[in-house]
């Protein structure tokens, strides 16, 4: 029979198994990771040295895996446990029991590099120079900023969830500081460290470009 207590435990259950399937769904967005800076690194320095997969063996066996297209005969794009590279690392095939192994945390981003697609991918943590208000600025104070500063509750009088807000603060002179934590200015966003060097110089270009509504 279905009492309201019984409804009860079942609503309770419900959250709670969509609470965790979320914290799941998040688990699996993890990091991307960069091939040529994070990945090849790895794999050069774990088993395409010199003696082994660096493409000089006269065995045949012993593939060379010094190159992205020669790693790449190896891997089944967004399956890391259908791709030799990872499982013979997972199972401890690779490398040999008397050569240096791979920490949890290597074969973590080698795996998730195959699971994210294994693109060869360059360059990847370079400081995005775009300054343009809608995708670069707006989506900046989105994360960082208006939790705090919004329509119903904003610090210092400031809304920054909209182009004008953001003007407003501008206008008054407290929004570059207090971002670029200087002398004088409350450093924000308030009690959670600091925007990154490259977001902090968007925001310093856009501005100096006359903090356009583009
Ligand atoms: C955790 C809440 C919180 C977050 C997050 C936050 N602020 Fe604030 N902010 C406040 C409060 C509260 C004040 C007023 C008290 C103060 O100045 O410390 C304030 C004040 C300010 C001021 C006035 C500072 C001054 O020295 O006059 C500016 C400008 C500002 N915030 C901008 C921002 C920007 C930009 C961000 C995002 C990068 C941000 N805030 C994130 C809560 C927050």
Same mark, same amino acid.
């Given at each position: 029979?279905?009492?309201?207590?019984?409804?009860?435990?079942?609503?309770v259950m419900i959250t709670v198994l969509a609470i965790s399937f979320n914290a799941c769904t998040y688990d699996?967005?993890?990091?991307?990771? #960069?091939?040529?800076?994070?990945?090849?690194?790895?794999?050069?320095?774990? *088993?395409?040295?010199?003696? #082994?997969?660096? /493409?000089?063996?006269?065995?045949?066996?012993?593939?060379?895996?010094?190159?992205?297209?020669?790693?790449?005969?190896?891997?089944?794009? +967004?399956?890391?446990?259908?791709?030799?590279?990872?499982?013979?690392?997972?199972? +401890?095939?690779?490398?040999?029991?008397?050569?240096?192994?791979?920490?949890?945390? @290597?074969?973590?981003? %080698?795996?998730?590099?195959?699971?994210?697609?294994?693109?060869?991918?360059?360059?990847c943590n370079a400081c995005d120079t775009n300054y343009n208000y809608a995708n670069r600025i707006q989506p900046?104070?989105?994360?960082? *900023?208006?939790? *705090?500063?919004?329509?119903?509750?904003?610090?210092?009088?400031?809304?920054?969830?909209?182009?004008? +807000?953001?003007?407003? *603060? %501008?206008?008054? /002179?407290?929004?570059? /500081?207090?971002? @670029?934590?200087?002398? /004088?200015?409350?450093?924000?966003?308030?009690?959670?460290?600091?925007?990154?060097? #490259?977001?902090?110089?968007?925001? @310093?270009?856009? %501005?100096?470009? +006359?903090?356009?509504?583009?």
């Open positions: 029979m279905l009492n309201k207590f019984s409804v009860l435990v079942l609503v699996v967005a993890a990091p991307n990771y #960069c091939f040529q800076e994070e990945v090849l690194p790895i794999i050069v320095s774990k *088993c395409a040295y010199t003696g #082994c997969h660096d /493409g000089s063996s006269q065995d045949e066996d012993v593939q060379d895996l010094s190159t992205y297209n020669n790693i790449m005969k190896f891997v089944t794009p +967004g399956k890391p446990f259908q791709s030799e590279l990872y499982t013979e690392i997972h199972s +401890g095939e690779m490398p040999p029991e008397d050569k240096s192994q791979l920490d949890k945390l @290597q074969k973590d981003i %080698i795996k998730n590099w195959i699971a994210s697609g294994a693109p060869n991918s360059s360059n900046l104070m989105d994360k960082w *900023c208006v939790s *705090c500063h919004n329509s119903t509750t904003a610090g210092a009088g400031y809304d920054l969830s909209n182009y004008n +807000g953001v003007k407003q *603060c %501008i206008i008054d /002179g407290r929004f570059l /500081g207090s971002i @670029q934590q200087s002398a /004088g200015y409350s450093p924000m966003p308030k009690a959670s460290g600091s925007l990154s060097t #490259c977001d902090q110089t968007a925001i @310093q270009k856009w %501005i100096q470009a +006359g903090y356009p509504n583009n």
